[in-house]
C-alpha cells in the first residue's frame, strides 16, 4: 500500500539531485519492472560508486524483486554512512515488511514517528505496519493522523479501508456483527458501493440469517456482466439459507448459462460449485454425481471438486468417501477451512467422535474463533454433557382406569464410548369402577458401550416392586440391546426385554412377566422412501405367547418443516385368548395411514404433530376405524435446559378390551446439569 507513496517521495527528494540519465530506471521502478530496476541501477552504480539515490532505488529494486533481507542488509550499510537520514530509514523500515517482518518494523516505525511526527510517509508505513499485526484499533488512529497531514491521499485513505475491513472481520469472528456492520459501512464514507464491501456485507447478513439485506448488497454488486454472476451465486447461497432449496437451482442454472458464455475459467469453477451443490441440496444426487464426474475430467485433483464430492457423501449417507475426499483437499491445502471442518463432519457422522473433536480445534488453530467450528464443537459438548430429565404424566382410559406416573432419569458420558444411567420410575394407578388401587416403583441402571463405531451396546438392569392392596413383589427387570448399522442408511436393533406389566392395577395384582424378543430395521434411501418393521416375540408369565409384526412404508414429503407420511400394518396373535384380563386375540390386524410433520415456531420453539387413521380387525369381528394422534411443543429456554408438553390420544383395538383406547398428557424437562463433558479436560482443546 505505501510503495508508491514512498517512492514518490523518494524521487521528489532526491530527483533534483540525481542524474538525468536515471530517470528511465525511476520510471521502471514506477511501473512494478523491479527486475529491470536492479539491473538497471546495478550497472548505473558501477560508474557512479557513490550515488546515495542510485543506492537507495537499487536498494528498493532488489527488495521488491524478492530479496527484501538484502535489501534491509543494503539499507543497513547506507545509514552507516548517512546516520539518520530520513530517506534511508523509511526504506530501511519497509524492508521489514517487504519480508513480512512486522514485528521487527514495529519499534523501527515507532522510533521514526516519534522523531519525525510530521513526515507522512513515516506515519502511514507505522499505521500499515500495526494493521499486519491486526492490532487494527492502533492502526486505525495512526492512519487518521497520517490522513490528517494529507487529507485528499488516496494511498491512505485505500489502507484505512482494508484496515476497517480487517477491524469488521474480527469483529465479525468474534460474533460482535452490529460492530463489524458498523465499520464496513463507514468505508462507503471514502469509496460509495465497494465492491470488497458489498462482498463483506453480504456474507455478514448470511451468517446472521438476514437474507433479505444479503440480497440487496448482492444486487447492488452485479453492476458488470462478470459481477452479475458473482452475485447470483451469492444469490443462491442466500436462498438456501432462507430454505428455498428449489429456488436456489433455478438461480443456479440462470447463472451457469451466463458464466459459459463469458468464457472467464475461474468464474465459470465458482458457478458450477453453487450449481452442483444446489443439486446436492435439493436431493438429486444422481445428476450431481454425473455433473462432477464430467468436471473432474476437466479439472482433475481440485479442491471444489473434492469438496463437492465429500458433500454428496454426507448427503447421501456414505462418509467414508467424503473422509477419502476431505483428505485430499488437506493433502493439497493443509490449511484449508472446508477440508479442516469438513473432515470434522465427516468424521462426527462416521461416528469417530474423538477424532472429529481434534479436527475441529485444528480447524480453530487456523481460523481463530471461526464460529461454525465452535458451534460444531459445542454440538458435540451437548451430545456428552451429563443430564438430568424428568418426565411426568397423566393418563386414563375407557376402563375407568386413571395413572399418574414420573420417571427421572440421570445420563453421564463418561467417555464418548461409555456411559451410564440411573433412572427411578413411579406409577400409581387407580380403577374408578372397582376401586382397585396399585403401585410400581422402577429402579434401573444402565450402561451403554460403543463396540465399534456405529455399534452400541446398551443394558439396562433393576428392579420392579409394585403393591396392589395390602399384596407386594419385586421383581428383576432387565432390558438389552445392540444397534448396529450394517450397510449405508440402514439401522439394526437386536434386544431382550424383562419387564413387569404395569398398565393397569388388575395387570399390576396378576404380576404378569414378559419376555421380549425382538428385531427392528429400519431402511432409508436417497429417494425419501423408507422402511421400518418390527417383530417381536413374547413369552408371559401367565403361559400365554404374543408375536407381533410392525411395518410401515413411508416418504419424506418435506424437509424444512418435516413431513413424512405412510402406510402402517400390524398383525398381532396370542396363543391363548384372556380378553377379561387383557387385549389377547387369536389375530389382529390393523391398516392405517399416517402423517408426522415437525418444524419450528420459533428459533428456540419447535413442534411436532403426527395422526394415523385405519381400520382393525380383531378375530372376525367387523372392522372398525382406528384413530391416534399425538402432538408437542419444546422450547429450549437455554442452552443447557428444555421442557416440552405433550399429549396423545389412542383407540386402537378399544372395541374389545378395556384399557387401550386412551389419552395422555404430559410433560418433559431436560437439563444439562454440567457445563462440559466429563471427558473435555482431557481433550486439550482450550
Known sequence: MIRRVLFIFLITTSLLRAQSDMSKGFDMLEKGNFQEAELFFGEYLKTDLDNKTAKLCYGRAVGLSGEPEKATNLFSELLKDYPGDFEIEINYNESYLWAKEYKKAKPLYADLVERNPRQFAAVLGYANTLSNLKEYKSALSWVEKAIALQPENSSAKTSRKFMRLGYANEYVNNQEYGKGEQLLKEIFNDFPNDKDVLINLANLYLITKQVDKAKSMYLRYATTPKDSITSLNGIVLAEHIDENDKEALTISKTATLKAIKLNDTKLTEQTYDRYIQALIWNRKFITAKKQIDSLEKHYPNRNWIHALKATRGLYTGDPKSSLESYDKILVNDSASFDGNLGKANALFAADLIIPAYNMANQTLKFYKNQKDAKGFIEKLNLMHTPTIEEHAAYTFDNGNNVAFFTNTTIDVPFTTKFRTTVSYFFRTTENSVTDNKATSRVLLAGLQYKLFPKTVLRTVI?????????????????????????????????????????????????????????????????????????????????????????????????????????????YITFKDQVPTIYFSPEKYKAVELFADIRGKISEKTTYMASAATGIQQVEDDPKTTIFRAETSVQHQFSKRFSMSVYGKYSNIASATAAGFEFTEIGLKAKWLFLKKPLFYKKLNLD
Open 462 to 570: 433393576g428392579l420392579n416392586n409394585s403393591r396392589f392392596l395390602d399384596e407386594a413383589y419385586t421383581q428383576p427387570v432387565l432390558d438389552i440391546k445392540l444397534d448396529l448399522q450394517p450397510f449405508k442408511l440402514q439401522n439394526l436393533t437386536l434386544g431382550y426385554q424383562r419387564e413387569v406389566q404395569s398398565f393397569n392395577a388388575e395387570l399390576i395384582e396378576r404380576e404378569i412377566i414378559q419376555n421380549h424378543y425382538g428385531i427392528n430395521y429400519n431402511l432409508g434411501t436417497n429417494v425419501n422412501f423408507g422402511w421400518y418393521t418390527q417383530l417381536m416375540h413374547t413369552q408371559q408369565s401367565d403361559n400365554n405367547v404374543r408375536n407381533l409384526l410392525f411395518t410401515s412404508l413411508y416418504y419424506n414429503v418435506l424437509r424444512k418443516p418435516a413431513l413424512k407420511m405412510g402406510v402402517n400394518y400390524q
